[in-house]
């Protein structure tokens, strides 16, 4: 199972930036999808999650401003950022295959991708 995201820069305060996340190897539509990320010195947050169902989660820390979506046509998962903040700078990581609740607990989840930096500046 692979799962490469892409998307990732700098921007300022108060602009948006879109990820994406493919993933080959996976019967993708059977399985949750979510994005987690860390920043340094921090333990990996889930920030929003998606489920095979279509039901969606997010962390209060990005509610209202963050968006995720999946195209199960193309085994792709987007997460799009609305009125970033420095604080929202972090690497940002793909996870597919829940294997048990809570969605946000990063062992929770079996595959991972590489992850990409997003960076915002004030």
């Known amino acids: 199972v692979q799962l490469v995201e892409s998307g990732g820069g700098s921007v300022q305060a108060g602009g948006s930036l879109s990820l994406s996340c493919t993933v080959s190897r996976l019967t993708f539509s059977n399985h949750c999808m979510a994005w987690f990320r860390q920043a340094p010195g921090k333990e990996r947050e889930g920030i929003a999650a998606i489920a095979n169902d279509g039901r969606i989660a997010y962390a209060n820390s990005v509610k209202g401003r963050f968006t995720i979506s999946r195209d199960n046509a193309k085994n792709a998962v987007r997460l799009q950022m609305n009125t970033l903040k420095p604080e929202d700078t972090a690497l940002y990581y793909c996870?597919?295959?829940?294997?048990?609740?809570?969605?946000?607990?990063?062992?929770?989840?079996?595959?991972w991708g590489q992850g990409t930096q997003v960076t915002v500046s004030s």
């Open positions: 996870a597919a295959y829940l294997k048990q609740d809570p969605w946000y607990t990063p062992a929770n989840f079996r595959y």
